[in-house]
Every structure is written in C-alpha cells, then in structure tokens.
C-alpha cells in the first residue's frame, strides 16, 4: 500500500487512538482559530495531531476540506513517521534520519489515473486561490501564508530540489515564493541559474503528505541530489510521481499528495511579504522574494491541508532532528567518543547544540564544541558535556554548565563567524585536577527496584498501605 497522509492517520488511530484530536467546529481563515487552539494545546502540554473537520475558505463559503496540524509536535510522533518505536525517540531517531539520508529508493511514475491527487483539477478561468484554506498565525502576519514544501527541478541536470518554503497570498493567483536572495536556499540557486538565461521556472507546493514525505524533504543533502529518492528512503519505499498538470509531462510531481499547486515563477519577479512569525519566535521583516503565477490547483475531493504552526515545536524538530544526526556523523569522524548531539527547542532547533562526549583528553571539550559550528551555520553557541549527562534533558545540561564549566577557562569564542561571534561551553569535568564525583543512586539498587510494586494501591483495608515493601522482600529477609 502506497504511503500518503491518511495511512498514516489510520495508522495512529490503529495503533494509538489517543494520538489524534478531531475538532468539528468549523474553521475560519479569516480569523486566528487555528493558532488559538493550538496555543491553548501547547500551554496545557497537550501534544497531540490535531485535525479540523471543518473548514470555510477565504471568502467565509463550506469546504470539502479538512485541516492537520502538529504532526512533527514530538520527537515520537516524528519516529513513529519513519517505523520507529517511541522508545528510540531520541538518539536512535537522529542516527536513523543519518542513514536514511546516505540512502535512496528510487521513485515510480504512475499514469494520471491511479494519481489520487488528481481527482479535482483546477486550471485557467477556474484557478481560485481564495477557495484554498490558508492562515495568518500570529497578531502582526501580514497575509495568509500556505506552510508546506515547494518542487523545483534543475533545467539543465533534470534533479528535483523539494525544501520547505513559505507562500503567501498575493491575488487568486499569485504566491510568493519565500526565497530570500540573501540567503543561499537550494531552490534560490535555480531560480538564479535560469535567470540567467532569462527562463523561468517551474515550481509546484505540496500540500499534505505522509509526515515521512516531509521528513525527508528536511534532509540535509547536498545540492544537485534528486530528493525525490532521498524521500523515498524516509518513506521505506518509492514515491509515486506522476505527471504535472500545467507543467509538462517531463515536470513530475506527487502522485500521492492531498494537493498541489502549480505554477510559474518569472525571471527576477518580486513581491513584497512579511511580517510573519518565524521559526525564531520573531517577526520576519518585510523583503522582496520571487512569486508564483499559479497555473493549475490539483486535489483530492475531501482534501486534508496540512500546515506547520511557525515557531512552535514541531517547527523546531522539523529544524534539529536532521541535524543531530548529520552532525553526530561528522563529529564522530574526527572524535569517535562523541556519545549524543541534540538541538533543543530552547534553540528553536537551529541556534544552540548540546553534545555529550567520552571525554579522554583535556582539551576534548574545546575541539569537539568547534565542529558543529563549522557544519552549521546558524548555530550560535555549542555546550559540550560528559556521558553522564543526558543531552535531551535540559535541566541536566545546565545543571553541568553551571557546576564543571569554569567561565573564566571554558567559555570560548570562534571570532569573525558570519553574522556573529560563536560560543562554545566546555561543561565537561576537568582531567587535571580533583573534581567531585557526582551523586547517584545505586545502579543495583534501581535495578532491583520494580517501581510498579511499590506504588500499587493497597487490594483491601488492614492490609498493606501504598508504598508499603513488597512481599517478596519482606519473605527475603524473614527471620533476619
């Protein structure tokens, strides 16, 4: 069975019928009810998939569509995308997403007729974008903004680049296209290659897929790799393509997509966006960025449009999980005791890393804190720890900054870095002088101890009260 969004929502209501929260009260675009209830969930801990039954369009009129929201919101959720157990949610999670890039499956084309994304196709006279739910999410965004990837393919070496990218509404139809010409994107630099030659450039959204899908489209590959195939690896299985609408039979997109809208980017075409709250938990300022003249919308009937809540975690791991591991395979090339690296959520999955080392050498600390920078270039500052210390609990990371880091020694700084100064925080215990032990509990001592036999409820009063010993430890010792 092909992979699309909706196998896998069965899948948790299969297997995790807890996972999903299904809301029937009908959504307003034009209001901020989508990031309203989402705020709410996330300041009471709720972290489930949220799903809108119901939503209007721009114009206030009844769709056939229906909306998901925080399929990245927990590292478990993301692991149980790829085939993992929630148990393997930290480490293992980054280390499999390593391999997974390294790999490809190739995709398969498939005829239009067997592409579900097919079943309503949108083009010329009928193109209207105001019948597509999209959402301003915070008080100072200044439009409505679709949050999902973009497809671009290399006109002259036929690879296709799929990236995340922001679009926002201009006309019924028009986009922007989020490239920002400061920044040096995949899908910017074929953008320019066919300004160049004045050629403009074909380019289609997809909107909802398998979590997998999107997953792999956050692989950090290299330039010029098909991402079509790498996505395939996340998925553990080919992506079916099929033939775009308005694009040409040679531009293939998603057969298995919820939607897709394509479209036509001009050469050294611009459109002013923004504000809009980003990944930082800050305001974009206002930019020029290329746009999109839409030229076909392709769906299925009942739609489920998928969206990202900007800034907010599942932002942050669509932003640190592909990095942990990448980062974890280049660290380890140079310094095979590196035991853990994580980019916590304090750091918007992008600015700070957290690694934990088998520290040998005194100066360990220091070298292994400056590769993330290198590797990374948003990053701002780098805490390295020892193995007892786990870098996916963030108290316990500042816990060791706070108590093994000597500021005066261990605070580095990695001058004329782009941007900024960069910091790396050498937490780990000094080799060359006395140090304190840490305090812990006897590993035998919590082995031995079945927490369950401890807090079970008395069966019936007069026997023994909660928490009381178990009875085989009291017969153990019976007569001593």
């Not at 005066?408 to 304190?436: H, Q, Y």
């Amino acid at each position: 069975m092909s992979k699309d969004l909706r196998t896998y929502l069965a899948e948790l209501d299969r297997h995790w019928p807890d996972a999903i929260l299904r809301i029937g009260r009908e959504v307003d675009p034009r209001e901020f009810h989508v990031s309203a209830v989402l705020q709410h969930l996330e300041d009471r801990g709720d972290q489930r998939v949220v799903l809108f039954e119901k939503s209007l369009d721009l114009e206030g009129r009844t769709t056939n569509f229906s909306l998901a929201y925080n399929l990245f919101v927990t590292r478990e959720l993301c692991a149980r995308a790829i085939g993992l157990a929630s148990s393997d949610a930290k480490m293992p999670l980054s280390l499999e997403f390593s391999r997974r890039e390294a790999r490809r499956v190739e995709p398969e084309i498939v005829p239009l007729s067997r592409a579900p994304v097919k079943e309503v196709v949108r083009t010329g006279g009928e193109i209207d974008l105001s019948r597509v739910p999209m959402f301003r999410y915070h008080e100072q965004d200044i439009g409505l903004y679709l949050t999902m990837v973009a497809v671009m393919k290399d006109s002259e070496e036929n690879f296709y680049d799929v990236s995340f990218c922001k679009n926002m509404l201009v006309s019924p139809k028009r986009l922007t296209v989020s490239l920002q010409r400061k920044l040096h994107k995949h899908l910017l630099n074929i953008v320019e290659k066919n300004e160049e030659h004045d050629r403009e450039t074909p380019i289609a959204m997809v909107i909802g897929h398998h979590p997998a899908f999107y997953l792999g489209a956050g692989a950090l590959t290299t330039f010029g790799n098909d991402d079509y195939g790498t996505i395939g690896s996340f998925l553990d299985q080919a992506v079916r393509l099929t033939p775009s609408e308005s694009l040409g039979k040679d531009f293939l997109v998603p057969a298995d997509a919820e939607m897709i809208v394509e479209g036509i980017t001009p050469p050294h075409s611009a459109e002013i966006e923004n504000p809009f709250g980003e990944f930082s938990r800050y305001y974009q300022p206002q930019v020029a960025v290329p746009y999109m003249d839409v030229t076909a919308i392709t769906f299925r009937k009942d739609a489920i449009v998928q969206g990202i809540f900007p800034g907010h975690p599942g932002h942050f791991n669509l932003g640190g999980i592909p990095k942990e591991g990448s980062l974890y395979r280049e660290i380890k090339r140079v310094f095979p005791g590196v035991q853990a690296v994580h980019m916590p959520h304090s750091g918007v999955g992008r600015y700070c890393c957290y690694v934990s080392i088998k520290k040998r050498r005194e100066e360990d600390g220091k070298l292994v804190g400056t590769v993330p920078h290198v590797f990374t270039n948003q990053l701002q500052f780098v805490v390295v720890v020892d193995d007892d210390v786990d870098v996916f609990n963030e108290q316990e990371v500042i816990w060791a900054a706070v108590t093994r880091a000597r500021f005066d020694k261990d605070i580095n700084f990695l001058k004329g870095m782009p941007r900024s100064d960069r910091v790396i925080i050498d937490a780990t215990v000094p080799l060359n002088e006395p140090f304190p032990k840490k305090a812990v509990v006897p590993r035998e001592a919590l082995e031995a101890c079945v927490l369950e036999e401890w807090i079970a409820p008395a069966k019936s009063a007069g026997k023994k009260a909660v928490g009381a010993a178990p009875s085989a430890r009291k017969a153990r010792h019976a007569g001593s």
